[in-house]
């Protein structure tokens, strides 16, 4: 069965740096898109980034681009999202999520993990 | 950027039936899939191209599309549908995936 395990979140200063990782298992992971979603204490969902199932293809939300990289290690079946100059507002559940597809397009994400928390606080 | 707007609470009895909608501009032209999410868990995929259920959701569950607005419809409610539920799109034009605010149902 699909599994997704996230890991990396805990507490970090503002203004500092810190990685995810996401261990997929029971699917392809190199034939689907993966992404990030996050949700605020007590907010709703909120996508993050996405990377197509090669890596050539990536998309980010406005709110981390240029802070924040997604890539992928196909080899490994792994996820990651590395996350740099943190600030108070990206304190959140991070979850992994896979698409339905290879690459950005229309299906949901029929898949998630139990997401790990990231804390950024002084 | 594209907006999604859900109503944020929805209450009805057990064996009612509930109507969470989601307007969007033209959001008929998209395909809008349907999350439920209980606290402390992750989001569950509950509708999927507007109207399609995932294997293991209930016939209870059903979803329509049209103009400005998606409905997800849960038919006799029961107290265990009782969670957030959130819409969402790919905004092709921006490359961003967009939900909704969310909307909790809450079973009286």
């Known amino acids: 069965q699909v599994q997704l395990v996230e890991s990396g979140g805990g507490v970090v200063q503002p203004g500092r740096s810190l990685g995810l990782s996401c261990a997929a298992s029971?699917?392809?992971?190199?034939?689907?898109?993966m992404h990030w979603v996050r949700q605020a204490p007590g907010k709703g969902l909120e996508w993050v980034a996405l990377?197509?199932?090669?890596?050539?293809?990536?998309y980010y939300a406005d709110s981390v681009r240029g802070r924040f990289t997604i890539s992928r290690d196909n080899s490994r079946n792994t996820l990651f999202l590395q996350m740099s100059s943190l600030r108070a507002d990206d304190t959140a559940v991070y979850y992994c999520?896979?698409?339905?597809?290879?690459?950005?397009?229309?299906?949901?994400?029929?898949?998630w993990g139990q997401g790990t928390l990231v804390t950024v606080s002084s | 950027s594209y907006v999604l707007t859900q109503p944020p609470s929805v209450s009805v009895a057990p064996g009612k039936t509930a109507s969470i909608s989601c307007g969007g501009s033209?959001?008929?032209?998209?395909?809008v899939h349907w999350y439920q999410q209980k606290p402390g868990q992750a989001p569950v995929l509950v509708i999927y191209y507007d109207s399609d259920r995932p294997s293991g959701v209930p016939e209870r569950f059903s979803g329509s599309n049209s103009e400005n607005t998606a409905t997800l419809t849960i038919s006799r409610v029961e107290a265990g549908d009782e969670a957030d539920y959130y819409c969402?799109?790919?905004?092709?034009?921006?490359?961003?995936?967009?939900f909704g605010g969310g909307t909790k149902l809450t079973v009286l």
């Open positions: 999520a896979k698409d339905v597809r290879s690459v950005a397009g229309t299906g949901g994400f029929p898949y």
């Open positions: 033209s959001i008929g032209s998209k395909s």
């Open positions: 990377i197509s199932y090669d890596g050539n293809t990536i």
């Open positions: 969402q799109v790919w905004d092709g034009g921006s490359a961003h995936w967009v």
């Open positions: 029971g699917f392809s992971f190199s034939n689907y898109a």
